[in-house]
Every structure is written in structure tokens, then in C-alpha cells.
């Protein structure tokens, strides 16, 4: 089945050691998205790429950075976790930017 | 004021009873989504309206752009539609979405 994969779904890092959240998706859409997500509240877009082309979120701290080597493949990187990142991240992909979003199950992130 | 409103917050059903979930929004939008998520879980996207109404087996959702509003129904509802459900919305032609806060729903056996 076409999806949206997180690797791992449960990350557990300390404080300042940098991680990297993976997703892949074997839709061939253009768009890949990641979201933070924090207790009870609702998903906060950190950046996008379409295709190629990356576009960050005004408010997104420099400490989140992203790299897409291929149509499948993303990556989020946190290179210096603050106990404040402690959250779920969420990977979603589209074909365009006019369309639904496929989301991913989610990777969360324990930051000790 | 939020620009995506959502209510209830929360919502406690009886198994079978007809749910609705409101939506307003403040902003143009050029799509509305509607999406579940399950307790520590992903999100399934469950509708992208940009006008009218749309029918999934249970699940209803209309959208009425004059008044800036949408609505979800579920008929019969049942113990596994526990979840939050959520309202986004895309404005123009931007991809990013702006999301409400979330209907947690739960439904009593």
C-alpha cells in the first residue's frame, strides 16, 4: 500500500545531542511537509519542501533544519534539542499545494 | 481571535447518537480539510471541501462559504469514532494549514 512512513515512531534524546526524524513515502507526491505537535494543541507547520525547493515557516527556530535527498525521502534534523521540543512531529505529503494532505503516523520525541 | 474556530471542544456521545462538529473561519480560504486523530496517533485526513457537501459511509461534511462555516456529522456513531477531530484550512494558494484546536470526541458503548 502507498504511504507515509516515520522512522522511529518513539525517539528518546538528550538535552543538545542533535537527532534526525526520518520519512519516506511511496506516493511520488511533490510535497512533503513537517508539523510539531505539542499536548493538546494542533499541529504547527515547522517547513515544506516542494520538490526541490524548501520553504520555512516565519517562526521555525534555526535549531530545526530539513533535508529532502530524493522524492522519498525527508528528513528533520534538531541540532540542539531543548527540553521545550519534547513533542510529536508529524511528516505529511500532497501532490500539490491545492491538495489533500496524506499524514504519517508520527515520531515522538522525549528530549531527558 | 483564532482564525480557525472549533466546537464543541468537547463532546460526549452515546453509541449511535448523531454527532455534529462545527467550524468557522475568519480568513479566504481555498480548501477546508477535516481530519481524525486517535490518541498517540498519526492524522487521517477524512474530507478537503471547497464547496458543498461530501458523504464517506457515516461521516457527512458541508461547508458554506458565504457564512464562513463547515460542519462534520457522523450518523450512528460508535465507540471507535473516540477521537479529536480536526478542522484546517488552507488559505489561497499557500500550503501551509491553519488548524483549529480540535473537537475531542468520545462515544459511550
Known amino acids: 500500500d502507498a504511504m507515509v512512513i516515520q522512522n522511529p515512531r518513539y525517539q528518546v534524546t538528550q538535552f543538545g545531542k542533535p537527532v534526525t526524524l526520518s520519512c519516506s513515502q511511496t506516493?511520488?507526491?511533490?510535497?512533503m511537509y513537517w508539523y510539531q505537535q505539542k499536548s493538546s494543541q494542533a499541529p504547527k507547520l515547522l517547513f515544506h519542501?516542494?520538490?526541490?525547493?524548501?520553504?520555512n515557516e516565519a517562526d521555525t527556530p534555526d535549531n530545526f533544519q530539513s533535508r529532502r535527498p530524493n522524492t522519498s525521502f525527508c528528513f528533520l534534523d534538531i541540532r540542539s534539542p531543548g527540553l521545550g521540543d519534547a513533542a510529536m512531529y508529524l511528516c505529511?505529503?500532497?501532490?500539490?499545494?491545492?491538495?489533500?494532505?496524506?499524514f504519517g503516523p508520527g515520531t515522538r520525541l522525549t528530549v531527558t | 481571535k483564532n482564525e480557525v474556530e472549533q466546537s464543541p471542544q468537547n463532546l460526549t456521545a452515546q453509541e449511535g447518537e448523531f454527532i455534529t462538529i462545527n467550524c468557522s473561519y475568519s480568513v479566504g480560504i481555498s480548501a477546508l480539510h477535516w481530519l481524525q486523530q486517535h490518541p498517540g496517533g498519526g492524522i487521517v485526513s477524512l474530507f478537503m471541501?471547497?464547496?458543498g457537501k461530501k458523504k464517506h459511509g457515516r461521516l457527512i461534511a458541508t461547508i458554506n462559504i458565504q457564512e464562513k462555516h463547515s460542519s462534520l456529522h457522523i450518523t450512528a456513531s460508535h465507540p471507535r469514532d473516540s477521537a479529536v477531530y480536526i478542522c484546517a484550512v488552507r488559505r489561497g494558494s499557500q500550503g501551509n494549514l491553519i488548524f483549529g484546536k480540535g473537537t475531542k470526541l468520545s462515544v459511550k458503548p
Open positions: 505529511a505529503t500532497s501532490r500539490g499545494l491545492d491538495y489533500e494532505q496524506y
Open positions: 506516493l511520488n507526491h511533490n510535497v
Open positions: 519542501y516542494y520538490d526541490k525547493d524548501f520553504n
Open positions: 471541501l471547497s464547496s
